[in-house]
Each structure stands twice: as structure tokens, then as C-alpha cells.
């Protein structure tokens, strides 16, 4: 046999591929191209629009984007800019002298954005000390038309035509004039797009020599020759200042003092990520509504935490959505505000500055369509290091909620206590002044009635954090009740399954006396799937009722009916051997729900880990300890990660993303114990060398 070679080809549609749909929008499509200019050593770039707006797009339409760069020779734009995902960045790190910047680009696909702005586009480039300019015609519907044909064309047999024009010697950098443009830019749009390009440069990273931007535009007024400025962060009501050392391998990081409840700036070592600089601003309401009334209707302003690589913004997030809950959250952030009322710092409330360097962070790698980073180890270990900083902003928001409730409470009491005494001092004044009974009479029923309204607000106040309680708790037990309405779905339909099997051959073979043995086992099993249903029915529905009540339950009598009744048809379904053996008698005063979530929660995670063995056990035991009643939860499924015991208990943290874990399951375990003022934690399993295994305690005092 003779061997022969083969050459990969791109057929002509690939410029769509990288251009109209890798480049999502219209705006990261203007980032890529002024970041472009940076890395040509420009200082001043000029983004211009004539007559796009609705009233007058037409053929003559243009968005032109000029810089006063190095500018590029016909080489350049033979081997480099018209070469895909050229390498010529990555083997070059720096712009040339005297700027020597940081190459931001590197993939070679940034310069098909164009595509996602206009189907033509001319280039106009020129190098200092040249008597000539050099001209290209790109014309993408040209591309576009050929991608029609039935026969393959390919990529490269397009050509481009190319001259050169004499220009003046001085003239230099690059101006690419972008017309056929499909979509119209509405000032508002314009607006957006100055609103994203001030994130453009860090304003803590200052550049030098100077990176300007100005917008420009023949039809809306406040865009004459406007500069993009970015404005300094005002109105914060904490501001911290993160830092590292390379040299002496250490990583600021915030941490909360328990004793002086208060934020405090801490060491610890460089993470795998590599060090960054954080500046966080953090805003209370007060700062949120003077921030909101300075910059009005301008909310998205606040809108969390930016990523810039050598002071300039890495992955621009810039695809504008006026609608803030359908924003981009690449960093995590916004996706643990599955409840308001847990204290969590979202976007809304945090403006963060995180510099990276490529120097320092080169495994934080930008996604080629730069709406992300790669997802790696170290940009997951980054992401995690960013949501441990917002933990201790809550801890300083819990506290202050708790200090404001205090002080609430303690000016109600103390108003409370005043009254009274004001009343007791008219009634001793009358007492000793019979004759000023008429005149003290107005003043002692306005007593009376600020004394009503103040013990009414009491009330109230009462009323409402009994009403917040018992909100949060439905809302977690519907988190838990989620789950367990996945697993027991799959369990109802098997039995329903069987029911209809054994309905079916009820109908075709009723009556028949020599089949009376069968239709009577066939009428137990129903009559027994139907009660299992009817259990799991009422379980769930059980929730509905889910409130702050406390009563007296026997421990061992409900963990008893949890796994011998409740949960049944789900070991069933998934093949799953339960084991319940508990001991002693215990009565637990606490709310009922509260001790069913956390079964629930623990058997859901007992599924998923348990998913790969072929012999699957959970076994709970419970007996009375000393002054405790301990449980030991078991399963022999894959085991928690030697240094994870801890963190499995942090909200969404999960090893089983991949089957819809969503790492919230074991928070509502540890949650759940804690309000029944027990414990939690993960000991030596007892499946050794496989499974996992929890001790939970509960005090005896009530």
C-alpha cells in the first residue's frame, strides 16, 4: 500500500464561525478591536459612527475605528493579520519600544469582529517614515455569497484587493472603516457601549504612555468627540485594598474577627492561581441609594467584580442586558442568592477591581470567545478565593443586621419605659396639684396613646420576625423537597408501572378461576404499591404545612417511618439497602420538618455517591451518649475528599455538578442541625475503605 497525505481545508463559511457567532455581540465585538489598537502602541483611539441610527441607516452607513499606532506593512498583514489564530503574540509577549506593552491579544481571532459590525471593510494602514499607506478591501458578503454555492469552496481561495496610496511620511496607525452594516445603534446603544469601553482600562493600574478613547458620532449631540473616562468609585461604605508578594509567597485576604466583629486584612500563602491585587468597595443600602441617586437610572453600574490582565479588562462581559437577573455571573456570584434572606452579597451590592498579570496568572487562561476563562483548576480555586472574600462582606452585613435589630429593639423598650414614666410623673403632678387635673388630662391620654402604639409596634416587630422565620424555613424545606421530588418521581413511575402492568392483565383475564391464585397476589401487590404511593404523597404534601412550630416527636419511632415507610420506594428504585438501628427512646422538641430535611438532603447525596457500586447500603443508628442522643449517618458510596470535610457543608459546593448537584444539599443539612441546636461533622466511615459517615448530636436540654 502506498501512503499518501491529506492537508486540512476550511471551507468559506469559517468566517462566520469566528466572526458573526464566536464573537457574541456587537459590543465585545468594539472591545476586541480597540484592545487591538493597544497592542499597536496607540494612545488615542477614535470609535466613529455616521448616520447609523434607525431614521437614516443606509448603504453609506460606516463605523470607523481609527488608531495612531505603529500601523502594519503588507507583511504584516499578509503573514499576520490575515493568518488565523496567528501565533505572532504568543511568541512575541511585548508590543515593540519604547511602549513595550503587555500583548492583550493572543488568539488571532479578535480582527473577525468586524464581521459582527458590518459586511465591508476597508483597512487603511500605515508605518512611520513610509512615503506609502497601505489599502485592503475586505467584502464578507463575498464570503457569504460563495457559502451559497453547492460546490465546496474553501476559505482561502477568496482574495482580498489590496493598493498602495501615497501618504505623508509623518501619518501613522491603522483605521479600519466598517460600512454594510446591518444594525442600527440607538444613542442608548452608544451610551452602553461608552458605559463598558471606561471598564476597558483598570483605574488602579494606570498606564504609561496613556490609553485614550473617544466616541464620535454625526447624529447624536452628546457624542461629539466625546473622551471615554472612567469615573472613580464613590459612595462605598467599606473599601479594601487586597495585595501580594511574591517574593515572600504571601496573598492578602479578608477574614472576619469574631471577637471585635469586625473585617480584618490577613496572610496566607500564594494560592495555585498565582497573586492578584483586589480592590473591593462594598455598599451598604444607605451607600446603594446615594449611589442610585447620584447615578440614576444607571443601576448596573454596581455589577460586581471585573477581571483585568495587566491593566487591561481580560473578558470584557460586556453583552449589555437591561434586564439584570439575565446578566452574564461567570465568577459565581449572583448564583448563590438562592435566597434574599440569607445575608448574601451579590453583584448589586460590590464593585471589585481583581488585577491579574500573565507574568503571575498564566493558568487563568481568557475562553477564545471571550465571555469566560477556561474552566481549569486554577480559575475554579480563583472564582472560590473571590466568593471567600464575599463571605466575610456577609459576615459584616449579618452583623450589622443584628446590631440594627438591637438597637431597634432596645430605642422600643427604652420609648416603651419612658412613657411609663412620663405617665406615672402627670399622675404624681395631679396628685400634688389637684387643680391641673383638666389641663394634664390631654397630655395623659396622648400617653395613653403612644403607649398603645408603641406596644402595638412591639408586637408587630414580633409578628414580622416570626413571619421571616417561617418564610425562610418553607423556602428551604421546598429546597429539600426538590430533591426528593426528583428521586421519588423515578419511584412513582416504576410503581406506577407495575400497577398498570397488573391492572392491564386484571382487565384481559378477569374472571378466570384458574388464574384466582394470581389475581389475588396481584390484588396485594396494588392494594401495597398504592399505600407506598399514598405515604409519599402525604409526605410531600406535609411540607405545605411547614411552619416555626415546635412539638414532641419520637426520634427513633420517625426515623423508624422515614426509612421503613416514607422513603422506601426510592431504595427500591435505585436498589439501595437501608439499614435503622436505633436504640434508645428520645424525644426531641423541634419542628418536625427540620429533622425531615435533613434526612432528606443526606439520603439525596447518599444516591448520587452511591451511583457507581454495585451493592449500595445507608445505614442510620442512633443512641443516647452521655447528655447527647447521636445518629451516624453511613453510606459506602465514593467517600468525601481528605480536606473537603468542611467544606462540603459551604453552600454550593459540589463534587456532582455533573449529575444537577448544586452544592446546596449539605448547607441545609448543617443549617437544619443547628437550628435544633445540634451538631455535625464528618468521622471515620464505617464502610471502610469506601462511604462516608456523619455524626450528628443533639443536646438533651430543650
Excluded at 121 to 131: G, L, Q, R, S
Excluded at 400 to 409: A, G, I, N
Amino acid at each position: 500500500m502506498s501512503e499518501k497525505n491529506l492537508k486540512w481545508r476550511f471551507d468559506v463559511n469559517t468566517f462566520r464561525l469566528i466572526g458573526r457567532e464566536l464573537i457574541t455581540d456587537r459590543i465585545t465585538a468594539v472591545y476586541e478591536l480597540v484592545k487591538n489598537c493597544y497592542d499597536a502602541n496607540a494612545t488615542k483611539v477614535i470609535v466613529e459612527f455616521i448616520d447609523v441610527s434607525p431614521e437614516a441607516l443606509n448603504e453609506k452607513s460606516k463605523i470607523i475605528i481609527s488608531d495612531d499606532g505603529h500601523g502594519m506593512s503588507y507583511t504584516d498583514i499578509r503573514d499576520k493579520w490575515m493568518v488565523v489564530g496567528t501565533a505572532s503574540k504568543r511568541s512575541t509577549l511585548f508590543s515593540p519600544p519604547p511602549f513595550e506593552r503587555r500583548y492583550v491579544g493572543e488568539k488571532g481571532i479578535g480582527r473577525f469582529a468586524v464581521d459582527k459590525l458590518g459586511g465591508h471593510v476597508v483597512i487603511e494602514t500605515k508605518e512611520v517614515d513610509t512615503n506609502q499607506k497601505l489599502v485592503v478591501n475586505i467584502d464578507w458578503n463575498a464570503y457569504d455569497e460563495l457559502s451559497k454555492s453547492p460546490q465546496l469552496k474553501l476559505f482561502t481561495d477568496v482574495e482580498n484587493s489590496y493598493a498602495f496610496v501615497d501618504a505623508p511620511k509623518e501619518e501613522k496607525g491603522t483605521k479600519l472603516i466598517i460600512s454594510s452594516i446591518e444594525e442600527t445603534w440607538t444613542d442608548l446603544d452608544i451610551n452602553r457601549l461608552e458605559k463598558e469601553l471606561e471598564k476597558i482600562v483598570s483605574p488602579f493600574h494606570p498606564l504609561n504612555p496613556p490609553f485614550q478613547i473617544v466616541i464620535n458620532s454625526n447624529e447624536y449631540d452628546a457624542y461629539k468627540d466625546k473622551p471615554v473616562k472612567a469615573e472613580s468609585i464613590k459612595y462605598s461604605s467599606l473599601e479594601f485594598k487586597l495585595e501580594y508578594n511574591v517574593e515572600k509567597e504571601w496573598q492578602e485576604t479578608l477574614k472576619w474577627d469574631k471577637e471585635k466583629n469586625k473585617i480584618i486584612v490577613d496572610r496566607v500563602s500564594i494560592k495555585p492561581f498565582g497573586g492578584i491585587n483586589l480592590r473591593l468597595f462594598y455598599f451598604d443600602e444607605a451607600a446603594k441609594k446615594k449611589f442610585n441617586r447620584i447615578y440614576k437610572n444607571q443601576d448596573y453600574r454596581i455589577d460586581g467584580i471585573k477581571i483585568y490582565r495587566d491593566g487591561l479588562i481580560t473578558t470584557p462581559f460586556a453583552e449589555f442586558e437591561g434586564i439584570r437577573d439575565k446578566k452574564r455571573d461567570v465568577l459565581g456570584i449572583d448564583k448563590r442568592l438562592w435566597s434574599g434572606f440569607l445575608d448574601k452579597v451579590g453583584t448589586r451590592e460590590i464593585i471589585g477591581i481583581l488585577d491579574i498579570t500573565k507574568e503571575n496568572n498564566p493558568k487563568i487562561i481568557d475562553s477564545t470567545n471571550r465571555q469566560d476563562f477556561v474552566d481549569n483548576e486554577a480559575y475554579r480555586e480563583l472564582k472560590e478565593f473571590v466568593i471567600a472574600q464575599l463571605k466575610v462582606l456577609e459576615e459584616f452585613k449579618k452583623n450589622e443586621r443584628k446590631l440594627l435589630k438591637q438597637k431597634v429593639d432596645q430605642e422600643l423598650v427604652k420609648a416603651n419605659i419612658e412613657v411609663k414614666e412620663f405617665t406615672e410623673a402627670l399622675k404624681t403632678l395631679e396628685k400634688n396639684n389637684p387643680n391641673l387635673k383638666q389641663t394634664l388630662k390631654p397630655l395623659k391620654e396622648q400617653a395613653k396613646v403612644i403607649d398603645i402604639s408603641i406596644k402595638k409596634g412591639i408586637e408587630q416587630q414580633e409578628k414580622e420576625r416570626k413571619e421571616y422565620i417561617r418564610k425562610e424555613n418553607i423556602y428551604v424545606s421546598l429546597m429539600s423537597l426538590q430533591d426528593y421530588a426528583i428521586h421519588v418521581s423515578h419511584a412513582v413511575r416504576t410503581a406506577l408501572g407495575k400497577v398498570k402492568r397488573m391492572a392491564e392483565f386484571f382487565k384481559d383475564r378477569f374472571p378466570d378461576p384458574k388464574l384466582d391464585s394470581i389475581f389475588k397476589e396481584y390484588s396485594h401487590m396494588i392494594y401495597n404499591e398504592m399505600v407506598n404511593l399514598n405515604k409519599v404523597i402525604d409526605f410531600m404534601l406535609s411540607y405545605a404545612g411547614s411552619n416555626i412550630d415546635m412539638e414532641d416527636f419520637n426520634v427513633k419511632n420517625h426515623l423508624e417511618d422515614l426509612f421503613n415507610k416514607a422513603y422506601v420506594p426510592v431504595f427500591d428504585a435505585e436498589d439501595i439497602k437501608h439499614i435503622v438501628e436505633v436504640q434508645d427512646n428520645f424525644v426531641l422538641h423541634a419542628n418536625k420538618k427540620f429533622f425531615e430535611d435533613i434526612f432528606e438532603n443526606l439520603i439525596s447525596n447518599s444516591i448520587k455517591a452511591l451511583r457507581n457500586e454495585e451493592s449500595k447500603v445507608i445505614k442510620c443508628s442512633g443512641f443516647i451518649e452521655d447528655d447527647h442522643f447521636v445518629i451516624y449517618y453511613s453510606d459506602n458510596g465514593e467517600g468525601i475528599r481528605k480536606g473537603d470535610e468542611e467544606k462540603i457543608f459551604e453552600m454550593y459546593y459540589t463534587t456532582t455538578a455533573d449529575l444537577g448537584g448544586a452544592g446546596i444539599g449539605l448547607y441545609i443539612v448543617k443549617t437544619r442541625v443547628e437550628s435544633l441546636r445540634g451538631t455535625i461533622s464528618v468521622v471515620e466511615n464505617e464502610f471502610k475503605p469506601r462511604g462516608a459517615t456523619f455524626k450528628i448530636s443533639f443536646p438533651f436540654k430543650k
